[in-house]
T-cell receptor
C-alpha cells in the first residue's frame, strides 16, 4: 500500500532549464510534505517542505507546489544546475501520526551540462 | 555542530549472525527514527523512539528486529539471526524535542548491511 508515489523513476534536464519532479499521495490525512535530496552513499538531505494550509513554498531556486484536491505535489528547480543531479524523494506525514514519514520511491534527476 | 552519526557505515554479516547498528542523533534531539531502504525503493519507516521509550514500532518486522534508545548513549537497531533479505541501507533520523507536527527529520549517512 504505497501511499506516496513518484511515478517517474528518472528525469533528464539540460542545465539552466526547469526541472519538475512530481509526487502523488492517496492519504487525505497527510498534512505535511517534504522533499529530500539524496546523493549516492549519503543520507537524505532535507530540501524544502510545505504544510497543507499553503499551496506554494519557495526557497531560492526551489519551489514546492501543493494541490490538495488532486493529492499532488511537485518540486520545481529553476534554473537547474549539474550539482542538482541526485535522487529526490518526496515524503508526507499525517496530523494523527506526524512523526511517521511516508516516502516515495524517488526520482533520479540528471542535469546535463 | 555534528549531524546525525551512524556507525558502522558498512556492515557485513553471514546468515544467522547478529547485526547491531548505532545512531547518535543531532545534539539536543530526543526523537529518533529508523528507516530501511531496499534497492530501487524508497525509505520505509521502521520505528520511532524517544529517550527510553518506543513510541511507534509499526514498521518493524515482528521477529528478530528490536530497537532501543537508552537514557545515555546512541540508539541501537538490532537484527538477530540475519537473513539475506535483511540486506539494505538502514537510515537513522532525528528531530527536535518539541515534537511539533512540522518537525523536519534530519538523516544520518546510513549503514549498508550486506548479509552473505
Amino acid at each position: 500500500d504505497q501511499q506516496v508515489k513518484q511515478n517517474s523513476p528518472s528525469l533528464s534536464v539540460q542545465e539552466g532549464r526547469i526541472s519538475i519532479l512530481n509526487c502523488d499521495y492517496t492519504n487525505s490525512m497527510f498534512d505535511y510534505f517534504l522533499w529530500y535530496k539524496k546523493y549516492p552513499a549519503e543520507g537524505p538531505t532535507f530540501l524544502i517542505s510545505i504544510s497543507s494550509i499553503k499551496d506554494k513554498n519557495e526557497d531560492g531556486r526551489f519551489t514546492v507546489f501543493l494541490n490538495k484536491s488532486a493529492k499532488h505535489l511537485s518540486l520545481h528547480i529553476v534554473p537547474s544546475q549539474p550539482g542538482d543531479s541526485a535522487v529526490y524523494f518526496c515524503a508526507a506525514s499525517a496530523r494523527n501520526n506526524f512523526n511517521k514519514f511516508y516516502f516515495g520511491s524517488g526520482t533520479k534527476l540528471n542535469v546535463k551540462p | 555542530n555534528a549531524g546525525v552519526m551512524q556507525n558502522p557505515r558498512h556492515l557485513v554479516r553471514r546468515r544467522g549472525q547478529e547485526a547491531r547498528l548505532r545512531c547518535s542523533p543531532v545534539k539536543g534531539h530526543s526523537h529518533v527514527y529508523w528507516y530501511r531502504q531496499l534497492p530501487e525503493e524508497g525509505l520505509k519507516f521502521m520505528v520511532y523512539l524517544q529517550k527510553e521509550n518506543i513510541i511507534d514500532e509499526s514498521g518493524m518486522p515482528k521477529e528478530r528486529f528490536s530497537a532501543e534508545f537508552p537514557k545515555e548513549g546512541p540508539s541501537i537497531l538490532r537484527i538477530q539471526q540475519v537473513v539475506r533479505g535483511d540486506s539494505a541501507a538502514y537510515f537513522c533520523a532525528s528531530s527536535p524535542s518539541s515534537g511539533a507536527s512540522t518537525d523536519t527529520q534530519y538523516f544520518g549517512p546510513g549503514t549498508r548491511l550486506t548479509v552473505l
